[in-house]
């Protein structure tokens, strides 16, 4: 007869055996609560409450998102075009300087071309055109961008307008000048195909 039977023990072996079991069942309790609470394939609770936010950029004089090829196309109604020049009247020797503001007017985002391929600059004097921006552009480029629901984007760098008479064919050689002496001029611009409801008056004094 062996010494733990003589003192009415159980062997060693026994023991842990039957703590293990406890400890086993222990980790099932819990996994029964975790199931019950979690619900996996649930979509409310703490899965849903970590999915990140989404930022929404300013609506006003901001630069626009590049995003190439992305979102929905601006269409007629969408965007304002404005025409600007620095100054109302020109001093002799004064190169106007011309430039645009753009404005998403609808109130959903939408894409346009704002590259200089896109961007018309026209001076005319009554009926008669005088400058066009495209007469004798050199290396255009494309830039499609987004504008957010009442976004507002102007010139960065604005065009100085020499006071000639442009033509494509008189790109490499002296141009007239306009008149001046109190002549008066309107600036039409069109950036995308859309072009500014009304034009920009301004004189050439001297």
């Known amino acids: 007869m062996s010494t733990n039977e003589r003192n009415g023990r159980e062997p060693k072996s026994v023991y842990v055996r039957r703590r293990l079991w406890v400890l086993a069942g222990f980790v099932a309790i819990i996994a029964i609560i975790a199931l019950v609470i979690w619900k996996p394939g649930s979509t409310s609770g703490a899965t849903q409450q970590e999915k990140p936010k989404t930022e929404t950029s300013s609506t006003a004089s901001a630069t626009p998102t590049a995003t190439p090829g992305a979102g929905v196309a601006c269409i007629e109604g969408d965007i304002?075009?404005?025409?600007?020049?620095?100054?109302?009247s020109?001093?002799?020797?004064?190169?106007?300087?011309?430039?645009?503001?753009?404005t998403n007017t609808s109130d959903a985002a939408c894409g346009v071309n704002v590259g200089t391929a896109a961007q018309v600059f026209t001076v005319k004097s009554g009926d008669e055109v005088y400058w066009t921006s495209t007469d004798c552009q050199?290396?255009?480029?494309?830039?499609?961008?987004?504008?957010?629901?009442?976004?507002?984007?102007?010139?960065?760098?604005?065009?100085?307008?020499?006071?000639?008479?442009s033509t494509p064919s008189t790109c490499e050689e002296g141009r007239p000048a306009a008149p001046a002496g109190g002549a008066s001029y309107h600036l039409s611009t069109a950036v995308g195909g859309f072009v500014s409801e009304?034009?920009?008056?301004?004189?050439?004094?001297?």
Do not use: C, H, M
Request: aromatic share 6%; glycine share 6%; net charge negative.
């Open 80 to 88: 304002l075009v404005e025409a600007l020049t620095d100054k109302p």
């Open 90 to 102: 020109y001093a002799a020797g004064e190169l106007p300087q011309l430039s645009l503001r753009i």
């Open 138 to 165: 050199v290396e255009p480029v494309d830039a499609l961008v987004t504008l957010e629901a009442g976004q507002v984007v102007a010139s960065t760098a604005p065009i100085a307008w020499d006071r000639t008479r």
């Open 198 to 206: 009304e034009s920009k008056q301004f004189i050439l004094q001297g």
